[in-house]
């Protein structure tokens, strides 16, 4: 069986680092899932040295795709490796509603993997249309996000597959877990026709949007995916440990 993976997007939350403490004191990993936490930049380090453990890894939410030089604002994946992180978002839909377009995603992605980092590559539709026009957009987004990207370096890729619309809302309004698993098919077909049949079947796909106790299990267990992208749940540790548990007995 392939790793259970939880990442946790923190987003501009908490406001300090103290608050970052107290959230990360408030749940325990639990053994046979690797729980991600990806904090502000800025808080990164500190919480990575009081908190790695073998089932609590880190991630940044975005990095610059250059490595140095006159690049104010910038940092590199490097950078942030230095500081312990072991995976990094690129492509998130937040961070695509401020301009980010597909070319410059594939750039950081590049970048992640060459700084040794773990992308985990955000792709996602606007909105359902009945067409079938979201597939195509799907398609597009993964197409574009991966050129460039060998055999090899996909071993290092994961996918989280955020249906925008799905983003910041209840558990009831999230997408349910068989169409959850459809998409999945269609994600793990589409790499298998650029890659190879297998690479479908062993690359690891996340689904997030409004992720919460209540359907966690559900979507792992019958969405043929991997693990959970959680944002607003990650932010309260007694919820963010049932969904946590609910993986766990997957
Ligand atoms: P949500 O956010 O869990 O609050 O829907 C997910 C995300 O934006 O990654």
Known sequence: MKKRLIVGNW???PKSLKEGERLL?????VRGVETIICPPTVFLGELRSRFK???LSFGAQDLFWEFSGSYTGGVSSEMLKDRGAKYVLVGHSERRALGEVNDIVNKKLLAALKGGLVPIL???EPARDLEG???EFLQNQLTACLKGVSRKMLVDVVIAYEPVWAIGQSFEKAM??????ETSLFIRKIISDTY???????ISILYGGSVEGENAGAIVSEGNVEGVLVGHQSLKPKEFAKII??????
């Open 245 to 250: 548990e609910a993986i766990a007995k997957v």
């Open 53 to 55: 453990g073998k089932t």
């Open 176 to 181: 349910r877990p068989e169409e959850v698993h």
């Open 133 to 135: 026009g979201y597939l």
């Open 25 to 29: 004191s408030g749940f325990s990993a």
């Open 196 to 202: 190879r049949r297998e690479d479908g079947h062993s």
């Open 122 to 124: 955000c792709v996602g």
């Open 11 to 13: 987003k501009l939350h």
